[in-house]
């Protein structure tokens, strides 16, 4: 009888560790929900997402995905064939969240156009490698140094009644934040073009296109189409991080749409250098 006790008690230890160990291991688990997604043949669902689409994944080849001509955070969606088993579809976004749907047929009421406006509340943070950038976050800071009140001199370009300036330049991680002043003096409005970015040599006269390197934001923070009369327009431009070398320089261009005012900042190094570390949020 005492062997007896001596083995239940063994036997309800052993019991008790597993089921601890068990629900140790489960901790590191976090169950994502997924959202239900009725889509057709003949039909095409469309899915905006509040940031830019990283990364797509389906479960099945019974279903074609593809994102928006020129946009970043559209999906579209449709059926490659009929009557397909249910499969899932994987999203992951720019600002670190991850979406799940199950998708399901249904040529009679297929679900057309969602905007999901929020992230999940529940989804697990994602990180991306050195080249990607968490752009809910970058957005944040790209406010910041809208409003911060440091700024920096000498770095405009006037003419056409037009002054283009580079009044601040702020660094967050590995993300830089140019914040770009743009005032139009005259009556008509200045139709935006584009404002573009590059690292230059300074001792050609004559550029070929291997002597430019053009750095591409990241995002742009306030960016007009257009300015009007006798307005201004301040836009935070988001760059990756990136220095001058010897002998180069950079150059910022402003081009009108339909017009002739085009405007450029030459600017060295040594003015580059001239910084705020935005405080950590």
Do not use: C
Not at 48 to 66: A, E, N, W
Not at 101 to 119: A, K, M, R
Not at 125 to 150: D, P
Not at 162 to 170: D, S, V, Y
């Amino acid at each position: 009888m005492k062997k007896i006790n001596v083995l239940l008690v063994a036997f309800l230890w052993i019991f008790s560790n597993l089921a601890a160990a068990q629900q140790t291991e489960g901790n590191y688990f976090e169950e994502v929900a997924s959202d239900s997604l009725f889509i057709g043949y003949s039909k095409t669902t469309t899915i905006v997402f509040p940031y830019t689409i990283k990364t797509v994944d389906r479960g099945s080849q019974d279903v074609l995905v593809q994102k928006a001509k020129g946009l970043e955070n559209v999906l579209h969606i449709k059926a490659a064939q009929q009557g397909f088993i249910p499969t899932n579809l994987t999203v992951i976004t720019a600002d670190a969240k991850l979406y799940s749907f199950v998708i399901s047929y249904d040529e009679e009421s297929p679900q057309l156009n969602l905007s999901l406006h929020t992230t999940k509340a529940g989804s697990p943070g994602m990180y991306f490698s050195a080249e990607g950038a968490n752009e809910e976050e970058v957005h944040k800071y790209s406010n910041l140094a809208f409003y911060h009140h440091n700024k920096i001199s000498g770095a405009m370009s006037k003419k056409f009644e037009i002054k283009f300036q580079l009044n601040g330049i702020f660094i967050r991680d590995d993300i830089l934040y140019y914040r770009i002043r743009v005032v139009n003096s005259s009556k008509i409005n200045y139709d935006l073009d584009q404002l573009r970015f590059f690292i230059r040599d300074s001792n050609k006269i004559k550029r070929t296109a291997s002597q430019e390197i053009e750095i591409v934001p990241i995002i742009s923070y306030n960016k007009p189409t257009s300015i009007k009369g006798e307005r201004e327009n301040t836009t935070v431009f988001a760059l990756p991080k990136f220095t001058i070398p010897s002998r180069k320089h950079l150059v910022i261009q402003l081009m009108e749409n339909n017009g002739s005012r085009h405007l450029e900042l030459r600017l060295k190094k040594e003015k580059l250098l001239r910084l705020t570390v935005l405080p950590k949020l």
